[in-house]
């Protein structure tokens, strides 16, 4: 969330800076109009409020006729007084509801464009293997090798969900056990959070309400299905005042993750690339605001470790304005090669949401400088999502005679077993 203050004080700059992450100019003026009603209700009530205590002062000062007057009007200024508490609280309510559909600021750095028209590779590392035999994509490898089963994922549960089998469920175990062993030498702090939140703490991360339609939900307990570890573990220390001596403060987590994909028709219909229910191990920093940029690089620095020690190809790309996201003040996506889809597949999306999330959370530090309580600054990034990373793997590591060599950083978490051959079942 912004700060308001930010956006009455500086709406053309408000304006423009917001237009460049497609939120139109009229919807801020519609903006300030409701911040205007709920501030002219807000100062009405509490002029109504003070006469009632003056007036209540004087009764006692009056004669009997006067004062069963002054009590006629009273009541009636009661009556007014409870209907423009009404209507104050709707006033409220539609500038918070406005309030949560704003996005957050690009900062300066971030380069401006519609769509992905501005995102540019800002590096490369590693060349993508070269083989002497046509790859095939993981979909062909999988069923092939007996580790992934389409055919009764869609049985139990319809279009986009699969079954990983024997080696393929152990592959994937390996990675998530390896990424959380590096975060752990990074710095991060491993939680094991809920998979199930309430509406105010997916409110937090922003994820509500413009993404709803997008997540799964339990109405009658209201619970919401995380949609990234990102949710609970940003909302670690929501409504909490920290000591700046903490900061920064690292967490990661491994969850399952839940999303309904909504594709447009044929698209990623083959393979594991897309589903509703994906693996992933999240990374989410609170930082003082005065580092905040620097923790962005080396958040991706972070997630690109992990692709370096699987010995995949990778390539960073800084993102442009139109494909920020809504949260996002500034992004960075780390790719990696799969030769088999013949694609580079997204693996990470680090983000800086500034104190955008922090705010909403209410997640404070005190402020050694001025003694007053400040917002953090959150960022989180994937390190690294699947099962794109167990495509990458899987593509890049095929034989000639369908077999998978297993990466050696692989396996130690593998119980030293150097390749997946013949049928897992």
Known sequence: ?????????????????????????????ALLAADARRR?????????????????????????????????????????????????????NEFTRQMLLVPNLPRPWVPAGEGESANSVVRSEGEPRKFDFTPAPHWELGEKLGIIDFERGVKLSGSRFYFLVGMGARLERALIAMMLDLKREQGYLELAPPLMVNTETVTGTAHLPKFAD?????????????????????????REILDAARLPIYLTAYTPCFRREKMSAGRDVRGI???????????????????????????????????????LALRVIRMGTGDLGFAAAAKYDVEVWAPGCGE????????????????????????????????VHTLNGSGLGLPRTLIAVLENYQQADGSIVVPSALRP????VEAIVGSSR
């Not at 978490?413 to 030293?416: D, L, R, S, V």
Request: glycine residues 4%.
């Open 344 to 375: 580079w597949l997204e693996v990470s999306s680090c983000s800086n949401c500034w104190d955008f999330q922090a705010r909403r959370a209410q997640i404070r530090f005190r402020s050694e400088k001025t003694g007053r309580n400040e917002f």
């Open 1 to 29: 969330m912004l700060d308001i203050r930010l956006i009455r004080d500086n709406p053309g700059q408000i304006k423009t800076e917001l237009q460049k992450v497609g939120f139109p100019a009229q919807d801020v003026d």
């Open 40 to 92: 002219k209700l807000q100062h009405d009530l509490d002029e109504m409020r003070a006469r009632r205590t003056r007036e209540s002062k004087e009764l006692g000062r009056m004669e009997p006729a006067q004062r069963e007057a002054r009590r006629a009007e009273m009541r009636a200024l009661g009556d007014q007084i409870t209907a423009a508490e009404r209507e104050l609280a709707q006033a409220e």
């Open 413 to 416: 978490y593998m119980g030293g």
């Open 214 to 238: 997008t997540m799964y939900r339990d109405v009658e307990e209201d619970y919401w299905f995380v949609p990234t570890a990102e949710v609970p573990l940003t909302n670690f220390y929501a």
């Open 273 to 311: 690339k897309r589903g509703h229910q994906f693996d992933k191990v999240e990374m989410v920093k609170l930082v003082h605001p005065d580092n905040s940029d620097a923790e962005l690089e080396s958040l991706v620095e972070n997630a690109c470790e992990v692709c370096r020690r699987l010995g």
